[in-house]
């Protein structure tokens, strides 16, 4: 979530000290760093903007230190598969002193565990690809615990090896298994194929381990110092709070893409396989799409920028390959690419162009329940491009979009946030604002400050019909904003799961190079969490998150997810109430509530859901597995078995019939692209038994007569 951010004086007076720091270089020993002034660069910017402008007023002290040290080590080696004991026993001597290293400028820490770290993964690609050559022993009676989090570090390079066995002992034995359920499978189709014995399945599950691991050691190796020095960064950032993270120049970009739903370039997906740069989607609609020419799983072998000599790009990292093919609208790019269908070579040019993700976007759907029009609004993230004021951003296209459903006779709306993980605060004021008269929304709290409500100044009410807002336990920070204020205002009804993610913070996005002007490389971005929200009723949405109205069972229902479960997440505390006055919308409120959960409560699909969420609950406390094939294949029929019980728990399907509004129809005689995706989009409503329950309760909402006296 980004907002604007606001300098104080002690903030300006740093920036003021900062722009006249200068570093030597040849103090840092660059035996493992590629740019060491351009580390300790970020090191004091950090650290210095932090401390002044973070919402949390946080010692840089041994338990910082601490926490740095611990998320470093584990950012680095998740499996403890690189370091040992002995490793950890000479790291530890920095233990309680990274706070002080950081306060100097000093990165021996940092250079000693990323030295080890480069050592380590050299070691790595002798220790699998002999594991991988010989056949493993499955007749023994060993375990793997996959719970890293509890297995301790290997004691010595021996242990650390026979870690590295069992891993791929493991996931040698999940291939056997799996190419065991296939050739059963066939041969209940054809009673002549010929089954493998298990030898060989053996020698061809350790051969597909081999390629794995090898492609992603290609992958390891094209990682470079400044990838592996963000991870360090984040290990710093990350002890303010979970949600402040640094962002090199080229995660900076994803994210812009991310939020404003556009980018400028060919419209293509692409993934690396082996050495090469494959083509695995285009987006629909995009240049490379229009031009007709590119296609998915072309392999591209250089690029040209217009009329200047190609580049090869095989072997390029992936990220690298794609700063060349993408570019400003307008240009020419030229790409030499290995067809898929014959293996010939074409050159293939395409004109850039802004591509638009659709998925990004606003769209609708219209049914017709008990003879009357209902339409869910699916919104999947707040978006908004703040470089461009005139580009399209979620609050106008709901503004239009609702209009457009109004149009057509709509009488109820269910606004669908599943999945929303937030975006712009000021999109979710703009949203919410739809659906009351003027009035607070929301209000944010700098540290040290009072609190600021921020409203909806606009008097007008764009629907004033019934409104359900369908959540689950991914719906997060701008989604909590705007269900909280409808559920504060009782403007609508909030369904769906137990309760919502729990991100209740504010992030701006600051460009570090603005802090020292005279550094002329690209320094790349610090996402600082700078204000908490709150509810309207003084709530805050941080760790509870917003609790469903009626709460449905679902797979994550037992599950550990959410804000609550992330070390370091911010505490939950309130402020005082808004000003605001309730809508009181409805009626039938608490009836219609009661009959939902009545029916969710003796409705078979729900109670089977239940059993599943349990069940999946069950089976991810589970993180031993035995090594021996006989039990682990024992084991696996036993949990394929209970899985069979539910076979049928997502098989539901409503008689329910959803279209799209009549100007996208329109839309569809040019597009044939949009008119598939919205019919499987249609498909997938129709077998939505939340959807389904979410129609039932708008339907039976009443709104109160205008004018009605409520009291509260």
């Known amino acids: 979530m980004k907002t604007k951010f606001r300098f104080s004086i002690p903030f300006l007076a740093f920036f003021l000290l900062i722009s006249s720091l200068s570093i030597n270089a040849s103090e840092v020993n660059s035996d493992v760093n590629n740019d060491p002034e351009k580390d300790k660069v970020l090191i004091y910017v950090l650290k210095n903007i932090l401390t002044r402008g973070h919402f949390v007023v946080k010692d840089m002290n041994d338990d910082f230190s601490e926490i740095v040290y611990n998320s470093f080590i584990d950012g ?365 929304i929301v209000q944010v709290k700098y540290r040290g400050e009072d609190p600021v409500v921020k409203k909806d100044i606009d008097p007008q009410i764009q629907w004033e019909g019934s409104v359900v807002v369908l959540v689950n336990e991914f719906s997060a920070s701008a989604s909590e904003i705007f269900a909280a204020a409808m559920q504060d205002y009782k403007r609508a009804v909030i369904l769906g799961g137990n309760q919502t993610y729990g991100k209740g913070t504010v992030q701006n996005i600051l460009p570090i190079n603005q802090f020292y002007p005279k550094y002329e490389k690209d320094l790349g971005y610090l996402k600082m969490t700078i204000q908490k929200f709150y509810r309207v009723n003084g709530g805050s949405t941080q760790k509870e998150g917003v609790y469903s109205d009626i709460a449905m069972p679902s797979r994550y229902s037992y599950m550990k997810f959410g804000e609550r479960d992330l070390d370091g997440a911010l505490a939950w505390d309130k402020v005082p109430q808004a000003k605001y006055t309730q809508t009181n919308s409805y009626a039938n409120f608490n009836d219609v509530v009661y009959n939902s959960k009545e029916r969710i409560a003796n409705d078979t699909n729900f109670k089977l859901v239940n059993e599943y969420a349990k069940w999946l609950k069950k089976s991810q406390d589970e993180t031993t597995f035995s090594l021996n094939s006989k039990a682990f294949f024992t084991d696996s029929e036993a949990k394929e078995k209970d899985a069979g019980k539910f076979k049928s728990v997502f098989d539901y399907k409503s008689n329910l019939t959803f279209l799209s509004p009549r100007y996208e129809q329109d839309l569809f005689k040019t597009n044939q692209d949009l008119a598939d995706k919205r019919l499987a989009w249609h498909k997938n409503l129709a077998k939505d038994m939340y959807v389904s329950e979410a129609l039932n309760v708008l339907s039976e909402l009443k709104l109160r007569d205008k004018g009605e006296i409520v009291k509260n």
């Open 76 to 440: 680095l080696d998740p499996s403890k598969r690189y370091f040992t004991q002995a490793d950890l026993k000479e790291f530890s001597k920095y233990k309680y002193k990274i706070d002080n290293q950081l306060l100097e400028d000093d990165l021996s820490f940092y250079k000693l565990v990323y030295g080890r770290f480069l050592h380590k993964i050299k070691n790595a690609k002798s220790y699998y690809g002999d594991l991988l050559a010989q056949p493993f022993n499955f007749d023994e009676n060993e375990t793997i615990d996959l719970d890293f989090e509890k297995v301790p570090f290997a004691k010595n390079d021996n242990e650390l090896i026979d870690y590295w066995r069992k891993q791929l002992k493991l996931q040698t034995l999940s291939r056997i298994e799996e190419q065991t359920a296939l050739q059963k499978n066939k041969l209940e189709k054809d009673k002549n194929y010929k089954v493998k014995s298990f030898a060989t399945l053996e020698k061809e599950a350790r051969k597909e381990v081999l390629k794995n691991m090898d492609d992603l050691y290609i992958r390891i190796e094209e990682l470079e110092h400044d990838d592996w020095f963000s991870t360090f960064l984040n290990s710093v950032v990350g002890a303010f709070d979970p949600h402040t993270t640094y962002m090199d120049p080229t995660i900076k970009e994803r994210f812009d893409q991310t939020i404003s739903g556009k980018l400028e370039g060919i419209g293509a997906r692409l993934q690396k396989k082996g050495i090469y740069t494959h083509v695995s989607d285009l987006v629909i609609g995009g240049p490379a799409s229009k031009q007709g020419e590119l296609e998915p799983d072309d392999i591209i072998l250089k690029v040209a920028q217009g009329d200047e000599e190609p580049l090869d790009i095989v072997g390029m990292r992936l990220d690298d390959a794609i700063k060349f093919i993408k570019g400003p609208k307008g240009t020419e790019v030229r790409l030499t690419v290995k067809k898929k269908l014959d293996g010939s070579i074409k050159v293939i040019s395409i004109i850039r162009d802004v591509v638009q993700l659709d998925e990004t976007f606003v769209k609708s759907s219209i049914v017709e329940k008990n003879g009357k029009k209902y339409a869910i609004i699916d919104l999947p993230s707040f978006y908004i491009d703040f470089s461009d004021d005139n580009y399209r951003d979620s609050a106008k296209d709901m503004e239009k979009e609702i209009e457009r459903l109004k149009a057509e006779g709509v009488v109820g709306l269910i606004v669908d946030l599943r999945n929303n993980g937030g975006g712009s605060l000021k999109t979710a004021i703009e949203i919410s604002g739809l659906f009351i008269d003027q009035g607070p």
